[in-house]
């Protein structure tokens, strides 16, 4: 059986300018195209285009979707109104996270439901395992949807220049984490404003045969705009600025929502969801709070980064762990994020990363790094 990569709908294209590749979750994904500081750059100060077809796509539809979602997610999908969109997550019976993903309520008994590349097959595998007793359908739509990208301050600019006259207020109007649709080029697409890099933008949705002319249609509508192909080595250093965690790394199936830092675990909801016991527990013990560890940011102080599994360290004893680091393009000097014990969480503490045997030190922030102007 062959291990090569899945190629997306849009391989080809990005063949055709140049990019080098690297394998991420399964698929053969643009790393970058030239610079992975220019591509990072380009969405600060202007726009980028990503292909996010990698990730997965999961309709549920029926009369207990919402009921059914609230059971097996631990956010309340119930009170999400048609056209909006909540970042949730599914864990295990002990509380540890499966995956992290977005749920778009595109009807009153249909969602779309994003997991990461990675987890799709088992977060598909636990939907339907969760969906016992309930009348929904489960559809794994992945490799027939393409999923497109356009972040950065000039990203409204450049979606309204490309949609039919009628239809610029809807992309205008569309506020964070909603959705709507719109037709661009004929065909029509499901825009939401959402992404992954800390500035305003869009990902769009389509039949993945249509994903080319779309590509295309966006490169040369935003060219005046100054939009740039990117790849997944900015999208990280993008998102690791936003402060945004990224499965595997800050999230794992170790890893409780309230370590992670992230207040979405519903317990005032009705539905008995999986992990509930367990999360009531450990917010009862203060977990992430008052014991165990929380998730949290370092400024680098001196000039080498500390990366995913260095060691973070008080006065010689390990104290935590490296999730995320790198220099950051942005602020020009070197940020991580990670798992400190709750005694070390402190905003202004100053502690070290040992950087293969060397310490360097950090100040404890506030996430996230970087935050866009409004």
């Given amino acids: 059986m062959s291990t090569d990569p899945q190629r997306t709908a849009l391989y080809a294209e990005h063949e055709a300018l140049g990019a080098s590749f690297t394998d991420f979750g ?44 609230n059971t097996a997610l631990v956010g309340n999908l119930a009170q999400v109104a048609v056209g909006k969109a909540k970042y949730s997550m599914m864990c295990t019976q002990t509380g540890g996270i499966v995956d992290d993903l977005i749920s778009y309520r595109i009807e009153e008994n249909e969602y779309l439901v994003v997991p990461n590349a990675a987890n799709r097959q088992r977060v598909v595998a ?39 006259q ?19 080029g004929g065909d029509q697409v499901l825009l939401a404003r959402t992404g992954y890099t800390g500035e305003d933008g869009f990902e769009l949705y389509l039949p ?24 997944l080595a900015c999208r990280d250093s993008l998102r690791l600025e936003a402060g945004m965690p990224l499965y595997g790394n800050e999230l794992t199936e170790n890893t409780t929502p309230f370590e992670a830092g992230i207040p979405i675990v519903a317990l005032s909801k009705e539905e008995d969801f999986v992990g509930r016991a367990a999360l009531e527990q450990a917010k009862a013990e203060g977990l992430g709070k008052t014991s165990g560890r929380r998730l949290v940011g370092l400024k680098g ?30 602020l020009g000097y070197p940020i991580a994020m990670a798992s400190v014990d709750v005694a070390y969480t402190e905003p202004g503490t100053v502690l070290d990363i040992d950087v293969r045997g060397k310490p360097q030190p950090v100040e404890v922030v506030k996430l996230p790094f970087y935050r866009r102007e409004t």
Wanted: proline share 5%; with cysteine; charged share 20%.
């Fill in 166 to 184: 009628d239809e610029v207020t809807i992309v205008e109007n569309t506020p964070y984490y909603a959705a709507d649709t719109v037709t661009i």
């Fill in 126 to 164: 636990e939907f339907e395992k969760r969906a016992a007793g309930f009348d929904v359908e489960i559809w794994d739509e992945t490799e027939g949807i393409a999923l497109i990208a356009v972040q950065g301050p000039n990203s409204q600019a450049i979606i309204s220049s490309l949609v039919r």
């Fill in 26 to 69: 399964g698929w053969a994904m643009p790393l970058k195209y030239s610079s992975e500081l220019e591509e990072h750059r380009a969405v600060r100060e202007a726009a980028g285009l990503f292909d996010l077809s990698h990730m997965g796509e999961v309709r549920i539809v029926g009369p207990d979707a919402a009921v059914f979602l």
């Fill in 208 to 231: 993945e045969d249509r994903a080319g002319a779309l590509w295309r249609a966006l490169l040369a509508g935003g060219e005046d705009h100054g939009l740039t192909p990117c790849g």
């Fill in 301 to 330: 102080l001196g000039r080498r980064a500390g990366r995913a599994g260095y060691p973070v360290v008080h006065e010689g004893a390990n104290v935590g762990v490296v999730t995320s680091g790198q220099p950051s393009p942005t």
